[in-house]
């Protein structure tokens, strides 16, 4: 089985080759802890290699996606100006929706059910990611969490040669009590913590779960460079 490509040598190296193909990945983590730039590294390699893209950005305007991964020398620009990469800007679309309407802005502006996200993919795509997928599962109850959850994931797998990335903030992972890490293949776990011989701040990498693979369940160190991600 070939694997899917991180876009980080050093991580694929640790992780049997790579993410699972046609499977979906979730990546945790605290505000700043990375995921945005772990995704923007999974969508260069893959547009790299040809494959058609499509990033659901909920918080990120598209110019600043570009403008990071420009900065890291994983240039996205080129990809998204040919229409190789897509760039789906699903929570302003749906915010400019209800700020026209005469109530002015409302929470239910994020009511849009997970397993129509699946709308934004085409057949034909390679890599999916939705950053952040936490915008559209802080009201919903467990049950209705975990079947919409399963669905997405599972409407996502049917799609021939497509791996997916799910980010997901703590606070959401954390109101779903963690379920999502038991609904998808593998899982990442970013954070920043104190290096308690040294007192430094670190960044860390956790890998809870990765199927079919050998992972080691120590932390892996990490910086974010100018270059990207750099593992230590
Ligand atoms: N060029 C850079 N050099 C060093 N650190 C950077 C650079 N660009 C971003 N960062 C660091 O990465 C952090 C944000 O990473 P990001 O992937 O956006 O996190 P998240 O998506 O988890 O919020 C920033 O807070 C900053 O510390
Ligand atoms: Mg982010």
Redesign the pocket.
């Known amino acids: 089985m070939r694997r899917t490509s991180s876009g980080i040598p050093e991580f694929d190296e640790r992780i049997g080759g790579g993410y699972l193909p046609g499977r979906v990945l979730l990546i945790t ?1 605290d ?7 772990f995704s923007i590294h999974f969508l260069h390699q893959a547009c790299v290699e040809g494959k058609k893209c499509v990033l659901v950005a909920t918080e990120e305007l598209p110019e600043d996606i570009l403008e ?1 991964s420009e ?2 020398g994983i240039g996205l620009t080129k990809y998204y100006e040919s229409g190789q990469l897509a760039i789906e800007k699903a929570f302003q679309s749906r915010s400019e929706k209800v700020q026209t309407s005469k109530f002015g802005f409302t929470p239910e502006g994020l009511e849009i059910d997970l397993p129509s996200l699946s709308e934004y993919v085409p057949d034909g795509t390679g890599a999916v990611v939705v950053d952040n997928i936490g915008v559209f599962t802080l009201r919903l109850s467990l049950q209705d969490f975990r079947d919409q959850f399963d669905a997405l994931t599972f409407l996502l797998s049917t799609k021939a040669g497509c791996t997916s990335m799910f980010i997901m903030d703590d606070t959401a992972l954390k109101t779903n009590n963690n379920l999502a890490e038991y609904s998808v293949s593998s899982c990442l776990r ?1 954070m920043v913590d104190e290096n308690p011989y040294t007192g430094n701040i670190e960044r860390y990498i956790k890998i809870p779960k990765m199927r079919r693979t050998y992972i080691s369940l120590n932390p892996i160190r990490f910086e ?3 270059s990207g991600i750099k593992l230590l």
């Open positions: 983590g505000t700043g802890t990375g995921k945005t730039t990071l900065m890291m970013l974010i460079t100018l």
